[in-house]
């Protein structure tokens, strides 16, 4: 039978492993004639297409939404840069999110971590997105970036709202596009106080805020935009990724016993979480020029999505990849992308997902997930959990 797959389709957004597995066996080049588009599914060509700045292009966007449908639009944010300006923006911005400052966060986030579990305790229950993950990441992006805290709730709001989708078509709503256009306006009037009162530091807004580009510097409209693309990335994923470990853990309680026995182990259980669960489905570029893949002609000027979520499952980089293995240990994963690209922010989410785990496993080692109660999100673009109740059992 001929394969069939679309993104947007509602039988692919139900359940896109199925069409995973027979696009990476069957057509690992897929052409979607209605969108004049292709689909890369396995690892390896998506890992060498992501270090391929020559050939693959990012300044007509990224998301499905931007690339296939095109009803969200082009606007100048750091994922949506290609080399040279790209490098040099990355360059000042990464500071923020190596290693060592993220350290000097890490107290704060795990505080958070525990006022919220030490009050699930007390009510028996908590949401592991909105009333814990989304609480948690935003702080953490909040402090990243040089936002203030208390602003933390609204903004987790506006970008929950940008990340819903029409329930027909699974395509962005006119909601989101709102919420996006709001969540603009926020970063540029902190752009705008941040120029009135500068600051010396390292803090993804000042750099945004003071970053020359050809000899000039961002208008409040360009920098507001950088500083949008770096609160979306913060906070909307870990939550998601949270989500999907502890319904997995659940699943599988003698490797939650392990966890909770030798917290050592999380670093590598979250790595497994990533790969197994990854929320972001696909991401893609344009053709710069003609390229050869599988027998296949990809045209300059064509979109190329990259299933992640289909290649972080590839046997061909993964031994029995359907099989969730906290011990794993891959030495290479997608979920973070990869090349040019790859996702800044990675250290942050190791840690907080690192502190997540630690904290409630700590507490809870016996919590039991209420999937009755759990909404799903089904979209094209991200698949996991908008709420999930967890009763602490303690």
């Known amino acids: ?8 389709a509602e039988a692919v957004r139900n359940d896109p492993h199925p069409w995973y597995r027979r696009l990476r066996d069957e057509a690992p080049a897929y052409y979607m004639e209605r969108y004049d588009g292709w689909a890369l ?27 296939l449908v095109r009803d969200q639009p082009v606007a100048p944010m750091i994922n949506l840069m290609d080399p040279p300006e790209h490098t040099k923006l990355r360059a000042a911005l990464r500071g923020a999110f190596l290693p060592n400052p993220v350290r000097t966060i890490e107290p704060a986030a795990r505080k958070l971590a525990v006022e919220l579990l030490d009050a699930a305790r007390d009510r028996g229950e908590f949401d592991a997105v909105a009333g814990f993950g989304a609480r948690i990441s935003v ?19 506006l970008v929950q709202r940008f990340f819903h989708h029409d329930p027909d078509s699974g395509g962005i709503a006119p909601e989101g596009l709102t919420a996006l256009q709001e969540l603009g306006a926020y970063c540029e009037a902190m ?31 360009e920098a507001a935009s950088h500083v949008s693309m770096l609160v979306i990335g913060g906070s909307e994923t870990l939550p998601k990724v949270l989500a999907n470990g502890l319904v997995r853990l ?66 061909r980089e ?25 996702c800044l922010g990675r250290h942050v989410a190791r ?40 009763r602490t059992g303690a």
């Open 1 to 8: 039978m001929t394969i069939d797959y679309d993104p947007f």
């Open 41 to 67: 599914s396995r690892f390896q060509d998506i890992w060498d297409a992501s270090a391929d700045v020559e050939n693959y292009s990012t300044l007509r966007g990224t998301t499905p939404a931007q690339l």
């Open 139 to 157: 702080t953490v992006t909040c402090l990243a970036i040089g936002l203030p805290v208390e602003d933390g709730p609204m903004l987790t709001g």
């Open 191 to 221: 752009v705008r106080a941040r120029r009135r009162a500068p600051r010396d530091t390292n803090s993804a807004l000042d750099v945004v805020v003071r970053y020359e580009q050809g000899g000039r510097r961002f208008d409040d409209a």
């Open 250 to 315: 659940a699943e599988y309680p003698e490797q939650r016993a392990r966890l909770a026995h030798d917290p050592s182990l999380v670093p590598d259980a979250f790595d497994e979480i990533c790969r197994y669960d990854m929320p972001t489905q696909l991401l893609g570029r344009t053709l710069r020029r003609d390229v050869r893949l599988h027998g296949q002609t990809l045209r300059a000027g064509q979109p190329v999505m990259f299933l992640y979520a289909s290649a972080n499952h590839d046997p």
């Open 318 to 342: 993964f031994t029995d990849p359907d099989r969730f293995d906290i011990g794993r240990k891959p030495p290479r994963i997608l979920t973070f992308g990869a090349g040019a690209h790859q």
């Open 351 to 390: 840690m907080e997902g690192r502190i997540c785990l630690e904290e409630i496993l700590a507490r809870f080692p016996h919590y039991e997930v209420d999937l009755e109660r759990a909404v799903r999100l089904h979209t094209e673009f991200v698949q996991g959990f908008a709420s999930l109740p967890v």
